[in-house]
Each structure stands twice: as structure tokens, then as C-alpha cells.
T-cell receptor, first 115, second 112 residues
Framework: DAMVIQNPRYQVTQFGKPVTLSCSQTLNHNVMYWYQQKSSQAPKLLFHYYDKDFNNEADTPDNFQSRRPNTSFCFLDIRSPGLGDAAMYLC??????????????FGAGTRLSVL | GNSVTQMEGPVTLSEEAFLTINCTYTATGYPSLFWYVQYPGEGLQLLLKATKADDKGSNKGFEATYRKETTSFHLEKGSVQVSDSAVYFCALSDRGYSTLTFGKGTMLLVSP
């Protein structure tokens, strides 16, 4: 089945140690999103790619970066994780075409712990 | 700016009870409205959607009607099951390519 896959499902890192989370999709969608979701809260959009164009939300800290080397893959880099960055990170995709136009499809998420 | 307000949870019901989770929104223009469901430890899944006033979205026994006059999109199900226990998020999108604004989520707990 076509899907959005996030790896790893669980990631443990140390305070200040860079970490990269990965997302891949087989849907061939042109838009990819990264959300941060803290416990019992709504997902918060960090940034998204429209094709190759990167769009950062105004309140996303500089500590968070992203790369999209091709249509299928998108990475979230946290340069110096702090304790407050412990959260679930969700990747999503959407397309501007077809019957599922503008519907976001989510991966299962990566739960990040910072020690 | 856009906002979505959901009733606070948890909502605790017995199996086969009727469910309503209230959702109201504030937005410019004519947003699309969504309900997403998140099962424990998983990502979000689209449950249903409506793209214009008076549309009714439905899926798996859940329904919600886009009410522009009351700016609401309440989620209903006639008979809940234990397997419906999850967190439900109401969301809207009013940009061309669907940047979502989420409500805070409502946890539903269904007991046998």
C-alpha cells in the first residue's frame, strides 16, 4: 500500500546531540509537512515543502532544519536538542491533484526522547 | 487568524452510547473542515471531511455536517465501540494547499 513511513518510531538522543528524523512516501505527493506534537496537545506545524520550496512557520526555532533531497524523502534535523524538544514528530503529505486533493496523509510518527 | 475550538475531554461513554464531540471554528473565507483520529501511539488518520456549507462527511459510522451559520462541524456516532477509543482532532484548512489548523483534540474513552 502507498503510504507515509517514518523512521525510526522511537529515537533517544542526548541533550545537545544532533539528531535526524526521516520520512519517506510512496504517494508521489508534492507537499510534505513536519509537525511537532507534545503530550495531550494538537500537532503544531514546523514547516512544509511545496515541491522544492521550503516554507518555515514564523515561530519555528532555528534549531529545527529540514531537507528534501527528492520527492519521496524529507528529513527533520534538530541541531542541538533540548529537553523541551522531546515530543512526537509527525510527517504528512498532500497533493494538489486528484480525488484526494489537499487531504493530508500522516505517518505513524517518531517519538523523540532527550536525555 | 484561524482557530478551532473543541470540547474538552476526556469523553467517557459506555459501548453503544451516542457520541457527540463539538467543534466550532473561526476562519476567513470558506474553509474545508476535517476530523482526524489518533489511536494510542500512532499518527493521525483522516476520519471524514467536508469542503462546503451543508456538506455531510461520513465514515465508519461517524458523521459531521458543515454548518456555516453556526461555524460548527460537530462529530457524531450513533453507537460507539470500545475500538473507537482514541483522540479526535477537528481541523480546518483555508489555504490553497491545505495547511491545517487543529483543535486541541478530544480524548474518547469507551468502556465495555
Amino acid at each position: 500500500d502507498a503510504m507515509v513511513i517514518q523512521n525510526p518510531r522511537y529515537q533517544v538522543t542526548q541533550f545537545g546531540k544532533p539528531v535526524t528524523l526521516s520520512c519517506s512516501q510512496t504517494l508521489n505527493h508534492n507537499v510534505m509537512y513536519w509537525y511537532q506534537q507534545k503530550s495531550s496537545q494538537a500537532p503544531k506545524l514546523l514547516f512544509h515543502y511545496y515541491d522544492k520550496d521550503f516554507n518555515n512557520e514564523a515561530d519555528t526555532p532555528d534549531n529545527f532544519q529540514s531537507r528534501r533531497p527528492n520527492t519521496s524523502f524529507c528529513f527533520l534535523d534538530i541541531r542541538s536538542p533540548g529537553l523541551g524538544d522531546a515530543a512526537m514528530y509527525l510527517c504528512a503529505t498532500s497533493s494538489q491533484q486528484g480525488s484526494a486533493k489537499n487531504i493530508q496523509y500522516f505517518g505513524a510518527g517518531t517519538r523523540l526522547s532527550v536525555l | 487568524g484561524n482557530s478551532v475550538t473543541q470540547m474538552e475531554g476526556p469523553v467517557t461513554l459506555s459501548e453503544e452510547a451516542f457520541l457527540t464531540i463539538n467543534c466550532t471554528y473561526t476562519a476567513t473565507g470558506y474553509p474545508s473542515l476535517f476530523w482526524y483520529v489518533q489511536y494510542p501511539g500512532e499518527g493521525l488518520q483522516l476520519l471524514l471531511k467536508a469542503t462546503k456549507a451543508d456538506d455531510k462527511g461520513s465514515n465508519k459510522g461517524f458523521e459531521a455536517t458543515y454548518r456555516k451559520e453556526t461555524t460548527s462541524f460537530h462529530l457524531e456516532k450513533g453507537s460507539v465501540q470500545v475500538s473507537d477509543s482514541a483522540v479526535y482532532f477537528c481541523a480546518l484548512s483555508d489555504r490553497g494547499y491545505s495547511t491545517l489548523t487543529f483543535g486541541k483534540g478530544t480524548m474518547l474513552l469507551v468502556s465495555p
